[in-house]
């Protein structure tokens, strides 16, 4: 099953915010919570967690996006759409 011209490009953009967004959370955990102002910690643990899980998801969407054609699945335009919410 392959995805219309739409799906494709709306699956490309989301996998690559969150690559952007997890990779920033990841390299610049301290400057990333400064920008959105959240509060000061000592420590940057859970920040990284979540900038993993944000990149693992722009990874399986990329998956599902270029593997399809070799029957290759990842998230699919229905998990990331759920995730997002």
């Given amino acids: 099953m392959g995805f219309s011209r739409t799906q494709s490009g709306l699956l490309a ?3 690559l915010v969150n690559l ?3 990779g920033m959370l990841l390299l610049f ?3 990333v ?3 959105i102002g959240l509060p ?3 420590h940057h643990f859970y920040t990284s ?3 993993a ?3 693992g998801i722009g990874l399986a969407i990329l998956v599902d996006l270029f593997g399809a054609s070799n029957d290759i699945r990842g998230l699919g335009l229905l998990g990331a759409i759920t995730i997002n919410f």
């Fill in 53 to 55: 899980v944000i990149f």
């Fill in 20 to 22: 952007i967004l997890g």
């Fill in 33 to 35: 919570l400064d920008t």
């Fill in 40 to 42: 000061k910690v000592s």
């Fill in 49 to 51: 967690i979540l900038g």
């Fill in 13 to 15: 953009i989301d996998a």
């Fill in 29 to 31: 955990p301290a400057g």
